[in-house]
């Protein structure tokens, strides 16, 4: 099983961001995938969850409003719409899936909000 993240870069404060995740290995379609992220110094926190392709998603207090995810059954992949974003955003961002009582990891991908 292999996660790729794609999209981290270099915004401006109130600019907008889509990460990506591409899964291999396995159909995650009816598992759960999430973003998490960390920041230096600080502990992986979770961002977003999407329990299935058409299930419920939940999201940090602190990205509420903001960012939106969204899986695609067809590419098993799994994306972040981050919107408006914030000098605390910066962090590296990784996907995460769960299947069978596994959890899978990508590299990271890293979102720096600078102006």
């Known amino acids: 099983v292999q996660l790729v993240e794609s999209g981290g870069g270099l915004v401006q404060p109130g600019g907008s961001l889509r990460l990506s995740c591409a899964a291999s290995g396995f159909s995650f379609s009816s598992d759960p995938m999430s973003w998490y992220r960390q920041a230096p110094g600080k502990e992986r926190e979770l961002v977003a969850v999407?329990?299935?392709?058409?299930?419920?998603?939940d999201y940090a207090d602190s990205v509420k409003g903001r960012f939106t995810i969204s899986r695609d059954r067809a590419k098993n992949a799994v994306y972040l719409q981050m919107n408006s974003l914030k000098p605390e955003d910066t962090a590296v961002y990784y996907c995460n899936a769960r299947r069978l009582g596994r959890t899978y990891w990508g590299q990271g991908t890293q979102v720096t909000v600078s102006s």
């Open positions: 999407k329990i299935s392709v058409g299930g419920s998603t």
